[in-house]
């Protein structure tokens, strides 16, 4: 278990899944969660979706229907974790601390955000309209996604690299700032997968929603037939040999064909034969390879309960991750229970007492003198002169005792005194305030550490 790689991906819930997003994400995806070396977390990024859409009907429908195509696909929730971004309260409160050292020229250069204020100056709008702050924080709110999890890798679309960019940017400054040496979160990588298919649509462009030109994926067999129907091809009629090369349909087949059928395919089209009949070919190709997992998804959206349970079950993976690593990070940055506020503080004193040091000196005239100087160099105290080494140390042992210090401010600077005897005078000090604040340095570089 401890060697595996963590994958984890978010998929934006705002429409329906296609035949494009099976063959380029969803269906890639679930076989590299079968890989034993992958531990893969899986996620519905509803949050992301409402910077994106405010229609509640819309983000509703879309999270049963894609958590239903991963689970009819073949993904394994039992040996991955599956859940929704919106489930995991640790999300968005990891959100506030990364905002909080994200820098904001970072942000101005998302490309998203660019491209929209682009859009407006162009428009001759004011920059800013229409862009809401959830827009402008989406990469953010994905470190937070990916950093809280500790990622190893991520696959996503070419269009999110910067995004994963920002993760780590924004990830180490956390590091820096809090870290004290340690490294809380773990460098993400961005996983472009190369081999893997875009596409084509209907119209041989990109498939994409945007195009309007997207094959469904599960939602009838009927469906899928009429979308085949209205794949575009070139006017050769049945029996004019046909350029499968220059043919998305048979792009598309191929995504799905095993070589041998692909080959065949390919000879049948050269052999001229007619594109009705191609069609014919390819959705009998895709309803054998989609058939069943068609079956599946409508019996999964049938019992959305039992769908709730699964996602309820996969935050609860999920978040048994979550909740103790964002009280580590709290801790960090200092959002802590205050009982546990006097080990803080001994803590403060430790590194003071540490900090702070006796340095020894002898006069000219042969007597020994101390300085007690603050962690920062600045000299807290001046010692009297003391006959010999060995009272001087004395001195600076029963300081350090932990009794309580006979401080006696005068004007701009005070005395310390044991026993009656003054042993020490602090400098001048510009003002009352500073004065002040040298005795309560002083008090705090002289308490005992209690281990
Ligand atoms: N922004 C991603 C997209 O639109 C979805 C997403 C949200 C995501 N959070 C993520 C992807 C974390 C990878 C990791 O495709």
Redesign the pocket.
């Known amino acids: 278990m401890t060697n595996r790689t963590r994958i ?5 819930t705002t429409g329906t899944p296609h035949l494009g997003n099976y063959a380029g994400a969803i269906r890639p995806a679930i076989l590299a969660s079968r890989d034993s070396h992958a531990d893969s977390f899986y ?1 519905l ?1 509803d949050y ?1 979706a409402l910077i994106k859409c405010d229609d509640p009907l819309r983000i509703q429908r879309s999270r049963l229907e894609i958590a239903a195509t991963w689970l009819a696909g073949g993904l394994d929730v039992d040996r991955v974790t599956f859940y929704r ?1 919106s489930d995991i309260p640790e999300i968005p409160e990891l959100t506030w601390l990364l905002t909080c050292v994200a820098a904001k020229g970072l942000l101005n250069r998302a490309h998203a955000y660019k491209a929209s204020v682009d859009k407006n100056v162009e428009a001759g709008e004011d920059p800013d309209a229409g862009i809401t702050m959830g827009l402008y924080s ?1 990469p953010v ?2 470190a937070a ?2 950093l809280m999890f500790n ?1 190893h890798k ?4 070419r ?2 690299i910067q ?2 960019e920002m993760a780590r940017d924004i990830g180490q400054r956390f590091n820096h700032l809090f870290g004290q040496g340690k490294e809380f979160f773990t460098m993400p990588e961005a996983l472009i997968e190369e081999s893997v298919a875009t596409l084509p649509g209907l119209d041989g462009r990109k498939m994409s929603k945007s195009y309007d030109n997207t094959i469904p994926l599960f939602s009838s067999a009927k469906e899928m037939k009429d979308a085949i129907s209205r794949i575009v091809t070139d006017s050769r009629a049945p029996g004019e040999a046909k350029d499968p090369d220059n043919s998305h349909l048979f792009t598309l087949f191929q995504a799905f064909a095993t070589p041998a059928q692909a080959d065949e395919f390919r000879s049948e089209l050269l052999g001229g034969l007619g594109w009705g009949e191609a069609k014919n070919r390819l959705f009998q190709l895709l309803d054998n390879e989609l058939g069943e997992s068609r079956e599946r998804y409508h019996q999964l959206i049938e019992r959305p309960a039992d769908l709730e349970d699964i996602l309820q079950h996969g935050a609860q993976k999920a978040r048994a991750v979550a909740t103790p690593f964002l009280n580590e990070l709290r801790e960090a940055v200092g959002l802590r229970s205050f009982v546990n506020q006097v080990q803080v503080a001994a803590t403060t004193k430790k590194k003071a007492a540490k900090a702070a040091r006796f340095v020894s000196f002898r006069e000219d005239d042969g007597s020994f003198r101390f300085r007690l100087l603050a962690a920062d160099g600045e000299q807290l105290l001046l010692s009297r002169n003391f006959a010999d080494g060995k009272t001087a140390g004395q001195v600076t042992k029963q300081l350090q005792a932990g009794q309580a210090l006979d401080i006696r401010p005068a004007d701009l600077s005070f005395s310390v005194w044991l026993e009656g005897e003054c042993v020490g005078d602090s400098p001048a000090f510009a003002d009352a305030a500073a004065r002040d604040a040298a005795i309560a340095a002083l008090r705090v570089a002289l308490t005992p550490v209690q281990e």
């Not at 984890?8 to 934006?12: D, E, P, V, Y």
């Not at 991520?154 to 679309?157: A, F, I, K, S």
């Open positions: 984890l991906t978010g998929i934006t996620f990024a992301h971004q989406y709110l994905m996604d990916i990622a991520v696959p996503v679309g269009d999110q995004h994963v």
